[in-house]
């Protein structure tokens, strides 16, 4: 399958229509889907407090673009060390990879792992370079419309994120890579879709005032006699 | 006491209804330069010409001898969008003070009891203090010291607190209620009523916030009328009212993510956008952490429509003293006995089936009526002599 250029939204939810996604691979999508729902919340929280923090700390990296990389490796190395605070909170899964080496950021749930990578422009999926051990990353087996009928899931994905500068939202995206590529060349990937800002289904949660035990304590309501319908009246 | 100037009242009618002279004076056939002379006291008013204007809007005639209400204007509190008008103020103004007097006069003649509020009188408020004050507080309405508020409403009323929706007559179903107002509120001090309006909106936690807006200001202000940033100091207490420090210590944190703020606004019945600020005004969130939750809040279109319904609280107790004195249906034979136009104590004490639907929408739609129909009648009958029948719509 080829590129799909996906503009997430930041509220968005999955739309299989608009994700292009064929009735073939939904099971799959759902799969995955349902793996990652875990990050959703501590990804979007983390690089969200990580891009403010760089701003207080470094305004000048937001003055052109020739900081923009430090800028970068600044907010990720931010999100890589509250992800580490957050450990145990991240939805099942946890940091894996050495950041030291090039700030890798990476995440497993033991049997998924993704590569959070960022991309400057949201439509883009960077392609595998020339190192063997990212290209042997990229090389999923293309999706069968069955599942795996033995083992675990394993899929090797990518979590791409962007940072609108305007608004300062951070938005993630989902792709499942199916080979290498280069620069300039269309993106061999699978599946392609946005993480979903909040995953936890809010909308039955609510509270309602209750006044139960609270009744009004009129002091002149002992002295009536019960069935006193007398309709007097009030000075003005 | 003074008497009553008819030229105040007069006024006072226009800012209740939102009717310019010119509106005024074509339907009922009084001139619009008589209506702008007895305004200003530039000549004396006469029975006929304020019959004729109070036969037109329905509105006894005692409406114009009576005293308006003992409410300093300066001293009324607000709480309202850096948007609103001058003259949308000042309708609030008028619409406030009436319902206090009748408020006023309700409570005195049932005897009920003046709220047991504690009051601020240093020149300046600690964080602090406005904790200690909030904690007084809860404890003068009978609440437990570190529990939700289940009814912030019925808790006030049942402390001696009157609560009443303010409508205004225009009020455009598609604009901030009350023209950008979210509450006003008046206490004399010990011994004398308390009343806090307030304008309906969509959302019932933001009603709940406001009403403990208006406590605030009951509380630190009623004798600090110079306090420097009173509006600040009335957010701060609404939030120690609404979440007790304590209970906030153990809730909120650095590490807390949104879907945690909105469990815990179905507890506490209080914005998520509240409890960050609630957060952040007792240090337990920093700066960069606050604004990271609200880019995320702003992400999510959370920041005008938040998840997490909290339901509307029905005020009662002045529906409640009105019905006992004159019925269940209760608008007509008090509007004459209070001196007022009806559709103020439909406004201030709406009927039970009124408040379980949304209150201010019904009460709308009769002013909405009386409004446009004398918007009718200034096109289609100027200069016409003679009053027109009332026009307020039957009672309910």
């Not at chain 1, 990050?39 to 891009?51: K, N, R």
């Not at chain 2, 204007?73 to 948007?83: A, I, N, P």
């Not at chain 2, 103020?89 to 047991?116: D, G, K, M």
Request: net charge negative; aromatic share 6%; glycine share 8%.
């Amino acid at each position: 399958m080829g590129r799909c250029c996906v503009a997430p939204s930041p509220t968005s939810h999955l739309n299989f229509r608009r994700d292009n996604i064929t009735s073939m691979v939904k099971g799959h999508v759902e799969r995955v889907r349902s793996a990652l729902l875990g990050l959703c919340e501590p990804l979007h929280d983390a690089f969200t407090w990580a891009e403010q923090l760089r701003r207080e700390r470094l305004p000048e990296l937001s003055k052109g673009p020739a900081y923009r990389w430090h800028a970068t490796h600044t907010v990720r190395a931010l999100a890589h060390y509250r992800l580490c605070q957050m450990s145990g909170e991240i939805g099942g899964w946890k940091l894996s990879g050495n950041h030291s080496q090039n700030g890798a950021l990476w995440l497993t749930d033991g049997s998924y792992r993704a590569r959070i990578l960022h991309t400057l422009d949201e439509c883009d999926v960077p392609p595998p370079g020339t190192n063997r051990a990212r290209r042997a990353f990229y090389r999923n087996p293309l999706l069968l419309d069955e599942m795996p009928l033995f083992g675990e899931a394993n899929d090797k994905l990518l979590i791409l994120w962007n940072i609108n500068p305007m608004s300062l939202v951070v938005s993630f995206r989902v792709v499942r890579t199916i080979g290498n590529w280069t620069w300039g060349t269309p993106a061999k990937t699978d599946l392609d879709f946005p993480l979903p800002q909040t995953a936890e289904e809010l909308a039955d949660l609510a509270f309602e005032p209750s006044d139960e035990d609270l009744g009004l304590e009129l002091p002149s309501e002992e002295e009536e006699g019960e069935g006193d319908n007398d309709v007097g009246g009030i000075p003005g | 006491m003074l008497a009553a100037s008819p030229g105040e009242r007069l006024r006072t009618l226009r800012d209740l209804l939102g009717l310019t002279q010119e509106q005024l004076a074509a339907a009922s056939g009084v001139k619009q330069s008589w209506i702008s002379q007895v305004e200003t006291s530039a000549r004396e008013a006469t029975e006929e010409g304020l019959r004729a204007i109070a036969t037109t809007t329905g509105t006894p005639l005692r409406f114009f001898e009576v005293q308006s209400s003992t409410v300093p204007l300066d001293s009324l509190r607000f709480r309202k969008l850096s948007s609103a008008s001058k003259v949308m103020t000042r309708r609030v103004h008028a619409l406030y003070s009436e319902s206090y007097r009748l408020t006023e006069s309700l409570l005195a003649a049932e005897n009920y009891p003046t709220p047991p509020l504690p009051y601020a009188t240093a020149d300046t408020l600690t964080q602090g203090d406005i904790e200690e004050l909030a904690h007084q507080t809860r404890e003068a309405l009978r609440l437990a010291p570190d529990k939700p508020i289940p009814h912030l409403t019925r808790v006030l009323e049942r402390a001696g607190v009157a609560i009443a929706p303010l409508v205004l007559t225009d009020d455009p179903e598609d604009a901030p209620a009350g023209g950008g107002h979210f509450g006003v509120s008046y206490w004399g001090g010990v011994a004398t009523p308390a009343l806090i309006g307030y304008f309906s909106g969509s959302h019932g936690d933001r009603e709940r916030f406001t009403l403990a807006h208006e406590v605030g200001h009951l509380v630190l202000h009623t004798f600090r009328p110079r306090a420097d940033d009173p509006e600040g100091e009335a957010n701060r207490f609404a939030g120690a009212l609404l979440v007790p420090r304590v209970r906030a210590e153990s809730c909120i944190s650095e590490r807390k993510s949104l879907v945690e703020y909105a469990r815990m606004k179905a507890t506490w019945g209080v914005s998520i956008q509240a409890l960050i600020q609630r957060g952040a005004a007792l240090g337990l969130i920093n700066d960069t952490r606050k604004r990271s939750l609200f880019v995320q809040l702003s992400a999510k279109g959370w920041r005008k429509n938040e998840p997490v319904v909290v339901g509307h609280e029905a005020p009662l107790l002045l529906w409640t003293l009105l019905s006992r004195h004159y019925g269940q249906q209760p608008y007509r034979p008090a509007a004459e006995d209070l001196a007022i136009h009806p559709t103020v104590l439909r406004s201030i004490a709406p009927t039970p089936a009124e408040r379980s639907n949304k209150p201010t929408k019904l009460a709308m739609a009769s002013v909405h009526q009386i409004t446009s129909e004398i918007s009718n009648q200034v096109t289609a009958r100027p200069g016409r002599p003679d009053a027109d029948p009332p026009l307020f719509p039957p009672d309910s």
